[in-house]
T-cell receptor, first 114, second 113 residues
Framework: KAGVTQTPRYLIKTRGQQVTLSCSPISGHRSVSWYQQTPGQGLQFLFEYFSETQRNKGNFPGRFSGRQFSNSRSEMNVSTLELGDSALYLC?????????????FGDGTRLSIL | DQQVKQNSPSLSVQEGRISILNCDYTNSMFDYFLWYKKYPAEGPTFLISISSIKDKNEDGRFTVFLNKSAKHLSLHIVPSQPGDSAVYFCAASAWGSQGNLIFGKGTKLSVKP
């Protein structure tokens, strides 16, 4: 069974640019969550999409946005990149709904801002 | 303020012995708790979870204990193996926010042969 796939694995951008990251969830999973991991702040929740709707949102500025398509694939966009956006961005999927189920993570996209 | 805390940044254990990783939380609305293992350059791998209606859950060498009154959970690994060496994250979620996991800062476990 294929796991969560994130592309690209590595990305280098400069300040002021924008970037789009992609996530393909495990087949059958309808919920996709995004997290940012940095050495100082650890793993922080960005947002969650379920059935193409944003269901939960973390405490990040509006430069961070996302969307989910009808096949449950999700994209995350960061506009006007800042040096502090350098991080590992992780996507996780689960079946969704309101029962307790674990999220399964992809290997992430390492974003470096120069 | 950190809602999920792992107070030990690192732990070293001899192969074959028990590893005990601890986690404390402050939010009484949390009702689902998970442990993940992470190797460098890989995403977190789900290990084991526990719902707040239980106080113990076992899966092979891994057991998670939940003490709701103390807002404390622990992960026991018995016996520990060198391949268990990784960073372990505790995470929690509240009903209605299942897609939002709150993570601790992690504990680096080293299992020595």
């Amino acid at each position: 069974k294929a796991g969560v796939t994130q592309t690209p694995r590595y990305l280098i951008k400069t300040r002021g640019q924008q970037v789009t990251l992609s996530c393909s969830p495990i087949s059958g999973h309808r919920s996709v969550s995004w997290y940012q991991q940095t050495p100082g702040q650890g793993l922080q929740f960005l947002f969650e999409y379920f059935s193409e709707t944003q269901r939960n949102k973390g405490n990040f500025p509006g430069r961070f946005s996302g969307r989910q398509f009808s096949n449950s694939r999700s994209e995350m966009n960061v506009s006007t990149l800042e040096l502090g956006d350098s991080a590992l961005y992780l996507c996780a999927s689960s079946f969704g709904g309101y029962s307790n189920q674990p999220q399964h993570f992809g290997d992430g996209t390492r974003l470096s801002i120069l | 303020d950190q809602q999920v805390k792992q107070n030990s940044p690192s732990l070293s254990v001899q192969e074959g012995r028990i590893s005990i990783l601890n986690c404390d939380y402050t939010n009484s609305m949390f009702d689902y708790f998970l442990w993940y293992k992470k190797y460098p350059a890989e995403g977190p791998t789900f290990l084991i979870s526990i719902s707040s209606i239980k106080d113990k859950n076992e899966d092979g060498r891994f057991t998670v204990f939940l003490n709701k009154s103390a807002k404390h959970l622990s992960l026991h690994i018995v016996p520990s193996q060198p391949g268990d060496s990784a960073v372990y994250f505790c995470a929690a979620s509240a009903w209605g926010s299942q897609g939002n996991l709150i993570f601790g800062k992690g504990t680096k476990l080293s299992v020595k042969p």
